[in-house]
């Protein structure tokens, strides 16, 4: 046991003494391929010393694993758990058969408070490896975040380029039957642009109508199907609910037919219902391409594609799209808007700043759906200050309990569930906010309403 521990690169500076001491409280133990050595969230009892063979430090993002690194006899694992008194924050599994020598964390304890040198050569293995490990992480969380937004992105694009496609698609038809009717108007002698009354009529049908509750559409197709059927016109079930949609009125419609002939007044009311359709496909097509449009500015204005320079922002804008990006994440919450008028202007690296909206936002709304909070609200708020900017997002979620409220800013401190976080979200809007911009990032939290608050100087310079 000895002997094995002197050739791990952690131990090889211990003196006599401190190493006899250390081999006399380890264990030897052994793991079979693909045989699970410890688990991300277990609590840390024992470091292991790899004596043969070789492991697989693994940490679950998502939906997928990150291999973090692969290791081999010398390396010393699961020591980090001891140190920091939190739980494992990757699992390891075997990659071969694998022999330890397993150290306790009262006598790892033990040793490094007598000894110095073991405290030292202990310090520059989890230095290197903290780097390693934050590294790795720091990239899966982007791609991660990544893999989320353009989930989201692709779910909202959905119905606007349906709507679009199927509204295309049903235009030709729809044309083609106006012809149709308008061509049958004109066989009768008909034409609604020498009559002022079946002008209007027209001409309400190609416009934008106001919107009806349920109630009043209602009434107001049964008030028109009255009328279609004293006319005399044939599927008024039909036609009644595409003239109202498009804003057409009983008395209108009676007033403008009463000196025509059944026969006549259907072919009226068949040109209508025609140019009605017509109408409404254009509106929907002309809607599901402004939609897509808009959700295509909003990606261009949150990512600021290759402008990584410090520009003059308004912070209501970016909030706006990162909101906007975030739209199917925030389904079923209340998401309230508290801006000034005016726009929030500051020198600031936009982007990087709509990486700090997305993780809060993305945070109060997770924090929401674990705790199935009823009637789940967002509030986020923005004031200009001392030439700056405030920020604030509020959920009224079952808050940060006290005794970790003071680490949620730590790399790799997280209060999800494995495999639900890497820890880095808020370290990266940390860093973000204080190191890049010069400004704070708070948290104020109590059952109910928490609160995290970004103070934005107005110029980073």
Same mark, same amino acid.
């Given at each position: ?16 003494? =401190? ?26 009892? /024992? @470091? ?43 699992s390891v599994r075997a990659r071969t058969d694998v022999r330890f020598v397993t150290i306790p964390k009262d ?79 004109? @066989?009768?002698?008909?034409?609604? @642009? ?23 559409? %209602? ?26 949609? @498009? ?30 359709? #017509?109408?409404? &496909? ?10 897509? %449009? ?21 912070? /209501? ?35 990087? &700043?709509?990486? #700090? ?80 911009? /010069? ?9 109910? /309403? ?8 107005? =110029?980073?310079?």
């Open positions: 046991m000895r002997d094995a521990l002197r050739h791990v690169p952690l131990f090889e500076d211990l003196l006599e003494d =401190d190493l006899a001491r250390l081999a006399a409280g380890a264990q030897e133990e052994r793991a079979g391929p693909g045989e699970v050595v410890f688990r991300e969230g277990d609590t840390g009892d /024992r @470091a292991f010393v790899i004596v043969d063979g070789e492991i697989e430090v693994v940490k679950a993002s998502g939906d997928r694993e990150v291999l973090l690194a692969v290791r081999g006899p010398g390396d010393v694992i699961g020591e980090m758990a001891l140190l920091d008194a939190a739980p494992r924050m990757a006598v790892l304890d033990d040793l490094l408070g007598s000894s110095a040198t073991a405290s030292r050569s202990l310090f520059r293995v989890l230095l290197a490896r903290w780097r390693e490990t934050e590294a790795k992480l720091r990239q899966s969380e982007r791609m991660a975040q990544i893999g989320t937004l353009t989930a989201g992105l692709a779910h909202e694009m959905n119905n606007p380029a349906a709507a679009v496609s199927r509204g295309a698609g049903q235009l030709g038809p729809a044309v083609d039957g106006l012809a149709a009717a308008i061509g049958d108007l004109r @066989a009768r002698g008909i034409d609604p @642009a020498t009559d002022d009354l079946l002008s209007a009529l027209f001409a309400a049908a190609h416009g934008t109508p106001e919107p009806l509750g349920a109630l009043e559409r %209602s009434d107001r197709e049964a008030a028109l199907d009255t009328v279609l059927t004293e006319l005399g016109v044939g599927e008024a079930w039909r036609l009644a609910p595409v003239l109202v949609a @498009a804003g057409i009125e009983p008395d209108p419609l009676r007033s403008a037919t009463a000196d025509l002939t059944d026969g006549d007044a259907g072919a009226v009311v068949e040109a209508l219902g025609a140019a009605a359709e #017509v109408a409404a &496909l254009v509106r929907e097509v002309d809607e599901g391409a402004a939609r897509l %449009s808009a959700i295509v500015a909003a990606l261009k204005s949150y990512s600021y594609l290759d402008r990584d320079a410090v520009l003059e922002i308004d912070v /209501r804008g970016g909030l706006d799209d990162t909101l906007l990006i975030l739209k199917q994440k925030l389904d079923g919450i209340d998401v309230t808007r508290d801006y000034p008028d005016d726009p929030v202007t500051i020198q600031a690296h936009a982007g990087e &700043l709509n990486q #700090v909206w997305t993780n809060l936002i993305d945070n109060a709304a997770d924090a929401l759906a674990e705790a199935g909070t009823p009637a789940p609200s967002i509030v986020v708020r923005v004031r200009e200050e001392d030439g700056g900017a405030v920020v604030e997002v509020e959920d009224n979620g079952p808050g940060i309990p006290a005794e970790i409220r003071d680490r949620v800013f730590d790399a790799f401190f997280t209060t999800k569930p494995p495999g639900s976080g890497t820890g880095l979200g808020l370290d990266i809007s940390y860093g973000i906010v204080v190191h890049r911009h /010069r400004g704070e990032i708070t948290v104020e939290s109590e059952p109910g /309403r928490t609160v995290f608050r970004v103070t934005l100087p107005g =110029d980073p310079d």
